[in-house]
């Protein structure tokens, strides 16, 4: 069983910057598919940003493209998101979640078999 943990949420003003981490306890019975989610009160949850392992590559909602970056570091088992320019309807839990198989569509929650318990970040105007 594989085990994710996030960290690094908090509460910044509009405009800040938070950085998340998603440590995995272990990448062997995961593909190299990585994804942040967030769900604010009242909404479903969304995917922010994905990431391939193996190669680096990424992508992005529209909502956050140019403000969020998303990366990996494999020897740690880590993927982060830093999170600039932040707004309000940016809030929420933010949840990293990890993929058994490949294939599947990246922002679709059912795409993925692991999911971490979240950290929650807060966006003050």
């Known amino acids: 069983q594989v085990r994710l943990v996030e960290s690094g949420g908090g509460s910044v003003q509009a405009g800040g910057s938070l950085r998340l981490s998603c440590a995995a306890s272990?990448?062997?019975?995961?593909?190299?598919?990585v994804a942040w989610f967030r769900q604010g009160p009242g909404k479903e949850r969304e995917g922010v940003a994905h990431?391939?392992?193996?190669?680096?590559?990424?992508l992005y909602a529209d909502s956050v493209k140019g403000r969020f970056t998303i990366s990996r570091d494999n020897a740690e088992n880590t993927v982060y998101l830093q999170m600039n320019s932040l707004k309000p309807e940016d809030a929420g839990m933010y949840y990293c979640?990890?993929?058994?198989?490949?294939?599947?569509?990246?922002?679709?929650?059912?795409?993925?078999?692991?999911w971490g318990r979240g950290t929650q970040v807060t966006v003050s105007s």
């Open positions: 272990d990448y062997t019975y995961i593909s190299n598919r």
């Open positions: 979640a990890a993929a058994r198989w490949s294939g599947g569509t990246w922002n679709f929650p059912d795409s993925y078999d692991y």
């Open positions: 990431i391939y392992t193996t190669s680096g590559n990424t």
